[in-house]
C-alpha cells in the first residue's frame, strides 16, 4: 500500500443508482440511470470537485456517500470498511463522520430555533455529552467560522446568507467529520461572499485534516478548492484527474465545453466559447455508444455505436473518448 492509498478516507467503486420510473399507463416501466458506474477516492485533507451539467447524477452521489440513499450496486468504502454493510456502532459512527453541506442556507437551518440549539442538535441526538460541553463545543466552532459568542442565542433570519452558510458549516463540524459532502455549497451566495467562504472551507480544512467531496456546477469555484476534479456526463466519469491537469489541457469534448464557458485570468488557458448543440440527453433513453456523441463535433460512427471505457494518460487524467484514444482531437495537437 502506497502512502497516499493508506490516507484514503473515502472510495466508490462501480456505483450505481437505477430508478424505476412510470411512463403512464400501460406502458412499461423506464429505467432513468442517475449513476452508471462511478469510481472515485479521496484522501484526507483533499478536495474532489464533481462537476457536470445539471442531472447529470452529482447530487445522486452526494446521497449515496451520506447514507440517505443506498446504491442500487457498487461499493462505498468508507476507512477502509465497505459503508453499505455497517450495522449498530459502526454505521452510527460512519453517519457522524461523514458530513453534508447543502446548496441553501435559508431553508437548511431551522427558523424556530436559536443557533446554539441548532448547532448542538447532532449532539444531543448522538452523543452523551452534557449541556454545558455541548455549549462549550457550539462556541468553539462559531468562533472558528467567524462567528461570534453572542451569535448563539440569535435566530437564522438575523445572519446574512454568508454568515448562515458558516453557521451550517460549523453545525456539520460539531460531530468532527473526517469527510464532508459540499452540495453547491456557496451556488446561492452573492459572488463577493463566495470567496470567502470558500476560503473558510479551505482553512478548516486544512486545520481538521476534512476531505470534501465538492459539488458544483461552477468551474471557477472548482478550480479555487479542488486537488482533483471528476467531470460527469449522463450518470458516468467522462474525464477525471489533478485539477491543473483539467484546467491547463480539459482532454474531453465535454469538458472542454464547459471550459470554455468559464473566465480564465491566464489569457493561454481561455478557450473559445463552444455551444453544444442540443440538450443534455434524458437519463431514461440514453443515446447508444459515447452518451455525449450527439452533441460533439469530433463524433465518428464508431462513438455511435460503441461505448468508451476510461483510459489514462501518463499525466494521471482518465478521460472516456474515442477521439483521444485514436489521436483526432486537433485541439490536443496544437
Ligand atoms: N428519485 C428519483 N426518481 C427518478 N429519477 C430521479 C430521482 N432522483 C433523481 N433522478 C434523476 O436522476 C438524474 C440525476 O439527478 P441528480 O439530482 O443527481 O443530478 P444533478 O447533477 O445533481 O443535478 P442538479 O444540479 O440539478 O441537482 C436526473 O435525470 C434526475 O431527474
Known amino acids: 500500500m502506497t502512502a497516499s492509498e493508506k490516507n484514503i478516507v473515502l472510495q466508490g467503486s462501480e456505483l450505481k443508482q437505477h430508478y424505476e420510473v412510470s411512463q403512464g399507463p400501460f406502458k412499461p416501466k423506464g429505467v432513468v440511470k442517475a449513476l452508471d458506474g462511478v469510481d472515485f477516492k479521496v484522501e484526507a485533507g483533499k478536495t474532489l470537485a464533481v462537476v457536470g451539467e445539471s442531472g447529470c447524477g452529482k447530487s445522486t452521489l452526494a446521497r449515496q456517500l451520506t447514507m440517505i440513499e443506498t446504491p442500487t450496486a457498487g461499493r462505498i468504502e468508507f476507512n477502509g470498511k465497505n459503508l453499505l454493510t455497517l450495522t449498530g456502532e459502526d454505521k452510527k459512527e460512519a453517519r457522524e463522520r461523514i458530513q453534508i453541506i447543502f446548496q441553501n442556507p435559508y431553508g437548511s437551518l431551522n427558523p424556530r430555533k436559536k443557533i446554539g440549539q441548532i448547532l448542538e442538535e447532532p449532539l444531543v441526538i448522538n452523543s452523551e455529552m452534557n449541556p454545558a460541553s455541548r455549549k462549550e463545543r457550539a462556541l468553539y466552532l462559531l468562533e472558528k467560522v467567524g462567528l461570534k459568542h453572542e451569535h448563539y442565542d440569535r435566530y437564522p433570519h438575523m445572519f446574512s446568507g454568508g454568515q448562515r452558510q458558516r453557521i451550517a458549516i460549523a453545525r456539520g463540524l460539531m460531530m468532527n467529520p473526517k469527510v464532508v459532502v459540499a452540495d453547491e455549497p456557496v451556488s446561492a451566495l452573492d459572488v463577493s461572499v463566495q470567496a470567502q467562504v470558500l476560503n473558510l472551507m479551505m482553512d478548516i480544512q486544512k486545520e481538521f485534516g476534512?476531505?470534501?467531496?465538492?459539488?458544483?456546477?461552477?468551474?471557477?469555484?472548482?478550480?479555487?478548492?479542488?486537488?482533483?476534479?471528476?467531470?460527469?456526463?449522463?450518470?458516468?466519469?467522462?474525464?477525471?484527474?489533478p485539477t491543473h491537469e483539467i484546467f491547463s489541457q480539459p482532454k474531453h469534448p465535454y469538458t472542454r465545453a464547459l471550459l470554455s464557458s468559464t473566465p480564465r485570468i491566464n489569457p493561454e488557458q481561455r478557450i473559445e466559447k463552444i455551444r453544444l448543440p442540443g440538450e443534455l440527453p434524458s437519463p431514461m433513453n440514453p443515446p447508444l455508444g459515447c452518451a455525449f456523441h450527439g452533441r460533439c463535433q469530433y463524433a465518428n460512427d464508431r462513438c455511435k455505436h460503441a461505448t468508451p471505457e476510461l483510459v489514462e494518460d501518463d499525466k494521471g487524467t482518465l478521460i472516456r473518448c474515442f477521439g483521444y484514444d485514436e489521436g483526432r482531437l486537433d485541439y490536443l495537437n496544437e
Not at 476534512?210 to 476534479?229: N, R
Open 210 to 241: 476534512l476531505a470534501y467531496i465538492f459539488i458544483s456546477h461552477d468551474l471557477s469555484v472548482v478550480e479555487h478548492i479542488a486537488d482533483e476534479v471528476m467531470v460527469m456526463y449522463l450518470g458516468r466519469v467522462v474525464e477525471q484527474g
